[in-house]
């Protein structure tokens, strides 16, 4: 047998209309024009200051001259390196904290408070609380080294320790907001399916593994999708504590871009370098879209 198509009245389709156009008109306001308008800048050689002579179409050289720099490159793979460091570490503790909160009675209102204050507190504070913690040799860091007599590092200015220092901060600064959307995966989730496998025997660990971590599927795509996105346009901690440095190990493309654009001038350069950015998160989130979704249908 067929099945018989439910259609709506003509009425309920015309609301559900006007309810989106808001939406719509936003983002074509403030992403769909702006993009093309960048993409339009990329073509050109416009400087931030322009002189008498006025800009010139120079089709994609701006873009063949990026894809040439080995600095550009150099950002990419620092930004690559910081997302892949990032994301366990952040979702992990922002997971390992929910199911903690899920499990206590009294105070989870003021400790879920308390963990997503990082979060809400802005990133040029956060970013300066903790390069005077960094600060070599006299930081918080350094004395706590002191006391278990190891010696000083200098957190900020060497390329080894660089990037995990920013990584660190950034994993603790943002864990909370991820800790509140597992929260709520976890309090969807039945208690008496736990109760059953609790009669059967099952360990904590077990019902973590067979019902827990399966049931946070839909959670675990999304926090996954964002927690990337936002790594991948990491910037303001890099140009309050580091500025790209030492050598380019803390470079990142959002940085990459601020420099070209407003230090060097280069608005043309730097807007077809933002379209590249672009074009790379998409890709990313397509393929990881795909990966996770090809997952869950095996």
């Known amino acids: 047998m067929k099945e018989k198509s439910i259609r709506l009245p003509e009425k309920n389709i015309v609301q559900e209309i006007l309810m989106i156009v808001p939406a719509i008109c936003l983002l074509v306001l403030f992403m769909v024009i702006p993009f093309f308008e960048g993409f339009k800048l990329s073509l050109t050689n416009q400087k931030l200051i322009q002189g008498p002579v006025s800009p010139k179409f120079i089709w994609f050289r701006n873009y063949v001259e990026i894809l040439r720099d080995k600095e550009f490159w150099q950002a990419f793979k620092n930004v690559v390196l910081f997302t892949v460091m990032v994301i366990p570490l952040q979702c992990g503790f922002a997971l390992f904290m929910a199911n903690i909160l899920n499990r206590i009675t009294y105070g989870k209102g003021w400790l879920r408070g308390l963990f997503f204050l990082p979060y809400i507190t802005p990133m040029v504070i956060v970013a300066m609380i903790w390069r005077s913690m960094y600060q070599y040799p006299e930081g918080i860091m350094n004395i706590f080294f002191n006391s278990l007599g190891l010696k000083p590092i200098d957190w900020l200015g060497n390329e080894k320790w660089a990037m995990p220092s920013i990584v660190f901060l950034s994993a603790w600064q943002a864990f909370g907001f991820q800790m509140i959307i597992y929260l709520g995966g976890l309090q969807s989730i039945p208690k008496s399916i736990y109760e059953a496998a609790s009669i059967d025997g099952a360990s904590p660990m077990q019902q973590f593994w067979s019902i827990t971590f399966p049931s946070l599927r839909d959670t675990n795509v999304l926090v996954l999708i964002v927690t990337t996105i936002q790594a991948l346009k990491l910037f303001t901690q890099i140009n309050i504590m580091t500025k790209g440095g030492p ?52």
């Not at 001038?265 to 933002?274: E, L, N, R």
């Open 247 to 298: 050598n380019g190990a803390t470079n990142t493309l959002v940085n990459y871009i601020y420099t070209k654009g407003f230090e060097a001038q280069k608005i043309g350069y730097s807007s077809a370098a933002s379209v590249i950015l672009f074009i790379l998160i998409l890709i990313i989130f397509l393929i990881q879209n795909a990966l996770l979704n090809k997952k869950q249908e095996n």
